[in-house]
């Protein structure tokens, strides 16, 4: 549905009852009537068992755009790749990203990065899924990474790139107009998106 609408979902559980999965989201867009859009999508689908709204999330810092509700889902187990997952040790640690018909996944798993490639690729097998790997990073110091489900789409990939090219690294190892040449923008946009974005994983947003 994300892939047909402007709006998003955060993923926040799947659990089985009734033989059936129960997924607990927040539908999310810069409009109310983006997230009217979504959600009717989500209710019209073939996929769908049932849906019911939960409480508002429109003043959560942590929810990507101006607008979102909470919903549970009800559907087929057999239509999410979670507890696939979860079954092989990837335990999610930020909510799931749903926005243009594809799905991001942040886990924990305590395995080897061969054996990580090796479980996912049991999956990509078992539900003919397309798995891409973004990053596989220890934990730095033992605590854990800064959470970026609050950045929007284009500022968490501006800051995931920066990460990867070693840019907070000191001294640093690109130029910030090395990583504008990449995504293609401007160095001014580059650094506009990077300031907003750690400005809201430092807690000041």
Known sequence: MTAETSGGLLGHGVHEIDGLANGRFTAYADTTEEVDELVAAVRASDLTESVWETDDHAGDAGVPGSAARGIVVRYDLGNSINDALVSR?????????????????????????????????????????????????????????????????????????????????????????????????????????????????????
């Open 89 to 205: 040790g990837f335990i999610p640690d930020e909510p799931v990203r749903m926005q243009g018909g594809r799905e991001r996944w942040t886990v924990l798993v305590h395995e080897t990065r061969q054996t990580v490639h090796e479980r996912l690729e049991e999956i990509r097998e078992e539900r003919n899924a397309d798995i891409d790997v973004e990053l596989i990073t220890a934990p730095e110091d033992g605590g854990g990474m800064f959470r970026t489900d609050a950045l929007s789409e284009r500022q968490r990939e501006v800051y995931e790139l920066a990460r990867r090219r070693d840019y907070y690294t000191w001294p640093r190892e690109v130029s910030a107009a090395s990583l504008a040449g990449e995504l293609d923008i401007s160095k001014a946009t580059l650094l506009e998106h990077l300031r907003k974005a750690e400005s809201k994983l430092l807690g000041d947003y």
